[in-house]
């Protein structure tokens, strides 16, 4: 597969990390979640879950991030991590669990809307202030520039590893989380499922 080397060493540049993911909340962008089909010439294609294609153009300055699974022991007070939780019996419950890289410590900080699941819920990326278990779950206390969140993980949550990918990561028949730019035009970042791996948030 061949793709324009000019835009993938934009890409793969020491700063990968996007201007609009650290300076507004994820969730006032685009979200499109499928399979990689295509990638050329700084054009990928998506087919999502509901069967159509998107043809999406990457942003000269887009990021790629990949994400790898691992399991609840990654998940360390002072490591800073995002979770998708809805509320549940009174508390919030843990859907999925990244644990960031150090490098990207700060992306998207807050806590904010999401759009996982039809149901409401939630995006909070924040530092892992403490951790405590309860039986089988882990109950971390996250802090943020803005406020503090305490949010129950379960054993059913799927926990995985954030970091930058290389370009050769967009591979055809890979799963992706695609971030738009809030005017739709590009892609502002791609999220790439390691193989076998499926981008949980």
């Known amino acids: 597969m061949l793709m324009c080397r000019t835009l993938w060493v934009s890409i793969a540049a020491a700063t990968v990390l996007v201007g609009v993911l650290l300076s507004a909340p994820a969730f006032a962008q685009a979200h499109i979640r499928g399979t ?14 509901k069967g159509g294609t998107e043809s999406i153009k990457l942003a000269n300055d887009a990021s790629l991030f990949l994400v790898t699974t691992v399991d ?3 998940i360390q007070a002072g490591k800073f991590v995002g979770i998708t939780s809805v509320e549940q019996d009174g508390k919030r419950v843990a859907r999925e669990v990244h644990v960031f890289d150090e490098s990207l410590r700060g992306l998207a900080e807050g806590h904010y809307p999401w759009d996982l699941e ?7 990326n924040a530092n892992i202030a403490k951790i405590e278990e309860v039986g089988t779950d882990r109950v971390v206390r996250l802090n943020y520039a803005r ?16 970091d930058k990918a290389p370009a050769d990561q967009l591979a055809v028949g890979r799963k992706v989380f695609v971030v738009m730019k809030k005017d739709g035009s590009e892609a502002a970042a791609v999220v790439i499922g390691a193989e076998g791996v499926k981008p949980p948030m």
């Open 72 to 74: 609840m022991s990654a």
């Open 36 to 49: 990689l089909t295509a990638a050329k010439d700084g054009t990928i294609s998506v087919q999502t879950a």
């Open 118 to 124: 039809s149901k409401p819920n939630m995006m909070t």
């Open 147 to 162: 406020g503090e969140q305490t949010i129950t993980i379960p054993m059913s949550a799927t926990v995985v590893a954030f």
